[in-house]
């Protein structure tokens, strides 16, 4: 059992629509973090959540961290073909190991 | 170009052979580690340096030795390769410890053992 549970696994899309990816876990997290990997590339960190119920934007992305900190969404509006990747939550439970998520790989067709 | 460099890029070799892979990061970050990743995308930290002292070693078999001669490089040195250490291999850094700095990655070296 992974301490980061994402959902789901696989998503394949049609541009233009929307999507949810979802991390959870029964531990609290003092922040949690969203990276997207490309092929051939390693990961890329897209945000950072620290406060309980926190929202950020970046653009067409949207990430909530929950009230309890415990779980963490990322919601893409309109997605478009550049946002093909795996998305990839993390956390440090303790000290100095960032932990994974199992990823949820994207695919938005044109 | 401030980055997270690895070499080589990919690595084919033979069971039993000892390999290296190197990694170097011109960011000015105090804290580098090891990641590996295996075919289902799963990464998994093996090694953390911070300013050249170890502070992570997760249950990786000793055949796996980093070796951090200053805190911009972070090597990894591989014996007796075997073919389940067939995997991706990421080096990152960050500033320094502490929960809520992200993460600089690497591109990745891709090893084959066959």
């Known amino acids: 059992t992974q301490l980061l549970e994402q959902s789901p696994q696989f998503l394949s899309i049609q541009e233009g629509e929307n999507l949810t990816v979802y991390c959870n876990s029964s531990?609290?997290?003092?922040?949690l973090q969203w990276y997207r990997q490309e092929p051939g590339e390693g990961p890329v960190l897209l945000v950072t959540?620290?406060?309980?119920?926190e929202v950020k934007k970046l653009k067409r992305l949207t990430f909530q961290f929950g009230d309890a900190r415990k779980d963490s969404s990322l919601h893409i509006t309109a997605a478009q073909p550049g946002d093909t990747g795996l998305y990839l939550c993390a956390g440090n439970p303790a000290g100095n190991k960032l932990t994974f998520g199992g990823g949820t790989r994207v695919l938005v067709k044109p | 170009d401030t980055a997270v460099s690895q070499t080589p890029k990919y690595l084919v070799t033979q069971m039993g052979n000892d390999k290296s892979i190197k990694c170097e990061q011109n960011?000015?970050?105090?804290?580098m580690y090891w990641y590996k990743q295996d075919s289902k995308k799963f990464l998994k930290i093996m090694f953390s340096y911070n300013n050249k002292e170890l502070i992570i070693n997760e249950t990786v078999p000793n055949r796996f030795s980093p070796k951090s001669p200053d805190k911009a490089h972070l090597n990894l040195h591989i014996n007796s390769l075997e073919l389940g250490d067939s995997a991706v291999y990421f080096c990152?850094?960050?500033?320094?410890?502490?929960?809520?700095?992200?993460?600089?990655f690497g591109s990745g070296t891709r090893l084959t053992v066959v």
């Open positions: 959540v620290v406060t309980g119920g």
């Open positions: 990152a850094s960050r500033p320094r410890v502490g929960t809520n700095y992200g993460y600089t």
């Open positions: 531990s609290v997290f003092s922040s």
């Open positions: 960011l000015g970050h105090d804290t």
